[in-house]
């Protein structure tokens, strides 16, 4: 596994590119911030022909999921599904975010955590492979990084597998060393 760390405010900013006032808040049973507004699915007469309109996702940060949703997608991107981690997940970690597709299912997940200080950690980034090399990982990790820096981290770091290295490049996240420390029990 390889690590990356970010460190924000400048940092956040200058690869997000969204200013403050570009962030809408949307209401929710829980706090919710969008990344985009969402296309309609529809179909565009072209030529003669109908085309399908692509979907402009949009990520939720304390998306509203039902316990069975991220262990669905665990199993679909080929991880563990640890059922016992949820709800237990959505009540320790400071945040999460989704993005869900035009008929509502849940196709990305991410969270961060950590003491809520200066650091925190990002988790869990996946996307179902339906929907991979469209954009959507991106704008998830983004997303995550523009809620940890209002939430107050300078420092979030993540591992992951080095096959995913320039994905987490073109996040902004710089290589870092560092280790791993895994229980035997």
């Known amino acids: 596994m390889t690590g990356f760390i970010i460190k924000s405010p400048p940092l956040i900013n200058k690869i997000t590119g969204a200013p403050n006032s570009f962030l809408q808040y949307h209401s929710f049973a829980c706090y919710s911030r969008s990344l985009s507004q969402p296309a309609s699915n529809m179909f565009l007469q072209v030529a003669g022909r109908k085309e399908k309109k692509v979907m402009d996702h949009k990520v939720i940060i304390n998306l509203p999921i039902l316990n069975k949703e991220v262990p669905d997608l665990r199993e679909i991107v080929g991880w563990g599904r640890r059922d016992k981690d949820y709800p237990a997940l959505f009540e320790r970690c400071n945040f999460w975010a989704g ?22 950690y990002m988790e869990d980034i996946m996307v179902h492979p339906e929907h991979q090399k469209k954009g959507i990982g991106v704008k998830l990790v983004k997303e995550l990084l523009r809620e940890a820096e209002s939430f107050g981290l300078g420092i979030v770091t993540v591992s992951y597998e080095e096959r995913n290295t320039n994905f987490y490049k073109s996040c902004g996240f710089v290589p870092g060393s560092g280790g791993v420390w895994k229980s035997n029990k």
């Open 99 to 120: 993005v869900r597709d035009e008929n509502n299912k849940l196709i990305a997940f991410g969270y961060v955590c950590g003491m809520g200080l200066e650091k925190g």
